[in-house]
């Protein structure tokens, strides 16, 4: 082997975020990391499979635009590509949340995605209470399905916000 001067990546010298440590990293990081991953994961999955199917019930019950119920009913492409789409979009949050824990190499800004991702789903979480602080006769049009997908997106949000705030605050910790 010629010796060039360059250290080979190991687990064990691989730095997966700027100014963190390799072992300095809060194991409560990579749990909600973890979590996040997971819950992206589901969701991505959940997509793919509705998206694929070709069944018109099954995008309207879970609450897919009109137009795109209809695409599916007429056999169009709009309901499969927007499912696929949204699938693939999660599969990619799994990706900065594995990168933030290391697992992978580190993706671009992935401090920001995280906090985008939170943001996202923390905001979609509070939809469905927040139009009711606004619009209380709404009540009557949310079904069980629409309470259950808040409180996922919102669980997801959390999730990336607190492997977000841990992660950075480890790497302030070890500079």
Aim: hydrophobic fraction near 55%; proline fraction near 6%; include cysteine.
């Amino acid at each position: 082997m010629v010796a060039t001067g360059l250290q080979p990546m190991t687990p064990a010298t691989y730095d997966p975020m700027p100014g963190s440590k390799t072992g300095h990293r809060s194991p409560w990081s990579r749990l909600w990391l973890w979590a996040a991953a997971l819950g992206s994961t589901g969701g991505a999955l959940l997509h793919f499979v509705v998206a694929l199917s070709g069944r018109a019930d099954w995008v309207a019950y879970f609450r897919a635009p009109a137009v795109v119920v209809q695409s599916v009913r007429d056999g169009g492409w709009l309901g499969a590509m927007a499912g696929v789409v949204i699938g693939i979009l999660m599969q990619i949050a799994r990706l900065y949340a594995f990168s933030a824990d290391g697992i992978i190499p580190r993706l671009p800004l992935t401090r920001t995605a995280l906090i985008v991702l939170a943001v996202i789903g923390l905001l979609r979480g509070a939809l469905v209470p927040a139009s009711l602080l606004v619009q209380p006769t709404l009540i009557d049009r949310y079904v069980t399905f629409d309470w259950v997908a808040a409180a996922i997106w919102g669980s997801i949000g959390l999730c990336f916000a607190m492997g977000a705030a841990l992660t950075a605050a480890a790497a302030t910790r070890v500079m």
